[in-house]
Structure formats: structure tokens, C-alpha cells
């Protein structure tokens, strides 16, 4: 009898992989049908069944096997072969259906000690940014049949997500220079609309796309 796996444990919440390249290729590929469907049919021969698989799924990894490559204090020992074998684990299909890639270097020290911390806002004004944020998308939806920005369709997108002239030439360049997918482009877009939705600006502007490309960290790292 078919049961539930992680992918619908997590359903409406997060699934967490930590050390994304260390797990087989052909598990993180069938990722890439429940992020698309949000949900997984297994077939027997005596039954055919489906469950819920709507999560967020958020990921970790090292930028090499050793973990110091672009590390200025640490010296990486990888070859360029191993790192390309090591990310290549993750294929390219799987990384677009991922919104935001972002590298997180080494803390130092002192902002480890809190000596010269820099000022932040606080959890809680995060907090209300963000559900105001979530209470634009709830109104923008209504009667739509979703309530947020990752869940449009390519229709949604056109009529939510407009841009000028030099926001399109902005991501023409990023999209020919890092050879990003369509499904990539309209991740962008998506992305694009929440930063300017967490800004509590109705316009999605160049700025807001700059910052949505800025966030395919792996695609310009690795992929061109």
C-alpha cells in the first residue's frame, strides 16, 4: 500500500534538504513533477493513487565538495572537473523551478561577537512587511482561485507582472547571458512582483527585476 512521502509530509509547509548535491540525482529528480503539479500520483496495478505535495521547498549546499571555493580566506583544493561533477548533480531543469538562489559567505568573527553588528530591522516590522505584502496578493486574487504571487499561470503573469521598456531589455540581457529557460523567466517575474509588493509598490519596476536576477545566483555562477 502506497503512503505518503516527504514531499506530502511537507504539504503546506517547508521541505528542507540540507547538502542538496549529496543526495542521488534520480531522487532530486522526481522533485521536479510535485513543485510543477503540487501533487504526486503513484500507480499500482490494482489502484492508482494521489497525494497533496504543495510545499515550499528550500535547499543548502556547499559551492564545492571541499566548501571554499570563492572562500577569500580558504584555500579550495577542488579541481574544476570535481566542482562541475559536484553541482552537476543538480540538474539545470530541476534549478529553474527553484525562485531564489542566493550565496551566503563565511560570518566573520566580530559579527559572529556582535561587536560591530549592523542595524537591522526587527522581527517584527519584517513580520508586518510581510503580511501586508500577502494582503495586497489576497485582493489582487480575488476571484482568481489563488492567493499568492508563486501559484499565477503564464496568463496571470502577462497581466500582473508588466514591465517598461527597460526593465524587458534588462532581462533580454540577463536571459542571453546566463542562458536562462522560459520557466526561468517567468520565475523572475514572479519574484520581481513580490519585491514590489514587500516595497507596497503596485508598479514592478527595472529595480525589482535587477534584484529578482541578482537572486539566480546559481545560474550566473555555474551555468555560463
Not at 521536479?32 to 494521489?50: F, G, N, W, Y
Not at 570535481?82 to 540538474?91: A, E, N, P, T
Not at 499565477?152 to 517598461?164: A, F, L, T, V, Y
Request: net charge neutral; hydrophobic share 40%; with cysteine.
Amino acid at each position: 500500500m502506497p503512503r505518503p512521502g516527504e514531499v506530502s509530509l511537507s504539504h503546506q509547509g517547508v521541505l528542507f534538504l540540507d547538502e542538496l548535491p549529496e543526495f542521488d540525482r534520480n531522487v532530486l529528480e522526481v522533485l521536479r513533477q510535485p513543485l510543477e503539479d503540487q501533487k504526486v500520483t503513484i500507480s499500482r496495478a490494482a489502484m492508482s493513487l494521489t497525494f497533496p505535495a504543495s510545499f515550499m521547498l528550500a535547499a543548502a549546499m556547499n559551492p564545492c565538495p571541499c566548501g571554499f571555493w570563492n572562500d577569500p580566506t580558504r584555500e579550495c583544493r577542488c579541481s574544476s572537473l570535481q566542482i562541475q561533477r559536484y553541482v552537476g548533480r543538480i540538474s539545470g531543469p530541476l534549478l529553474d523551478r527553484i525562485d531564489i538562489h542566493i550565496d551566503v559567505p563565511a560570518v566573520k568573527f566580530r559579527d559572529l561577537a556582535g561587536d560591530d553588528a549592523p542595524e537591522t530591522d526587527s522581527s517584527a516590522t519584517i513580520r508586518q512587511r510581510v503580511v501586508t505584502a500577502r494582503e495586497r496578493q489576497l485582493f489582487r486574487f480575488l476571484g482568481e482561485k489563488i492567493f499568492c504571487n508563486s501559484a499565477m499561470s503564464p496568463r496571470m503573469i502577462r497581466k500582473h507582472c508588466q514591465i517598461d521598456e527597460a526593465s524587458e531589455r534588462l532581462l533580454e540581457q540577463a536571459m542571453m547571458r546566463q542562458g536562462l529557460s522560459a520557466r526561468a523567466y517567468d520565475r523572475i517575474l514572479k519574484v520581481s512582483r513580490t519585491i514590489a509588493d514587500l516595497e507596497g509598490t503596485e508598479k514592478v519596476g527595472s529595480n525589482h527585476v535587477s534584484e529578482a536576477v541578482g537572486y539566480r545566483s546559481l545560474d550566473r555562477t555555474y551555468w555560463t
